[in-house]
């Protein structure tokens, strides 16, 4: 099993540019997540979802969209990026009612100039 | 909602037994007590989980008192690899109470 893996691993923006960040898991998982963690910070969760279709709104939503079409994937969505989105992004996902065990996949390391 | 604290940083030696103590003073009885380690570069690891008393795995052991107001993850003999960011968090499995602080940097040294 390869867990929860994360597409693409780096990238670098410019200002107002977009992207989408790839996340897919292989454990059957009902639950993703999308973080960011910034430098000396902890995680914040940006956006969750329970299952195919739904999403809901993490603590730092604002300026990111998501989108869960199937189980196995959540696509987080930047549609103009700001340097304030330079970050690492990390995934996860775990099984339901289980918010506290959480599977994390590698991150995502994104710059934006 | 619970909140934890736990020192900001620790340092040991190779072959030492590292303790971390987190406290959680207003701890539901609903809430479970879970630890997750972090190395750089990577996301967090879940290590263990507990409720009361004791859980112990091939990576970490989990001591809780009777009161629940503490909790103290215990890695024996710890070696340069254990070098990384331990969280510890409480909840009752739900979103609202997830919340990954700024953990406690342990540093092992040879």
């Known amino acids: 099993n390869a867990g929860v893996t994360q597409t693409p691993k780096f990238r670098v923006l410019k200002t107002g540019q977009s992207m989408t960040l790839l996340c897919a898991q292989d454990?059957?998982?009902?639950?993703m997540y999308w973080y960011r963690q910034d430098p000396g910070m902890g995680l914040r969760l940006i956006h969750y979802?329970?299952?195919?279709?739904?999403?809901a709104k993490g603590e730092v939503p604002d300026g990111y969209n998501v989108s869960r079409l199937k189980k196995q994937n959540f696509l987080l969505g930047l549609e103009s990026a700001a340097p304030s989105q330079t970050s690492v992004y990390f995934c996860?996902?775990?099984?339901?009612?289980?918010?506290?065990?959480?599977?994390f996949g590698p991150g995502t390391r994104l710059t934006v100039t | 909602l619970a909140k934890t604290t736990q020192p900001i940083s620790m340092d040991s030696y190779e072959g030492q037994e590292v303790n971390i103590t987190c406290s959680h003073n207003?701890?539901?009885?609903?809430?479970?007590i879970t630890w997750y380690q972090q190395f750089p570069s990577q996301g967090p690891r879940f290590i263990i989980q507990?409720?009361?008393t004791k859980v112990t795995n091939e990576v970490a052991s989990l001591f809780i008192p009777a009161d629940r107001k503490s909790s103290t993850l215990s890695l024996p003999r710890v070696s340069l690899s254990d070098t990384a960011v331990y969280y510890c968090l409480v909840g009752d499995g739900g979103y609202s109470t997830l919340t990954f602080g700024k953990g406690t940097m342990l540093l092992v040294s040879p």
């Open positions: 979802s329970v299952g195919e279709g739904t999403t």
């Open positions: 996860a996902s775990s099984p339901p009612r289980a918010f506290d065990e959480q599977y």
């Open positions: 454990m059957n998982h009902e639950y």
């Open positions: 207003n701890i539901a009885t609903n809430d479970y």
């Open positions: 507990g409720y009361k």
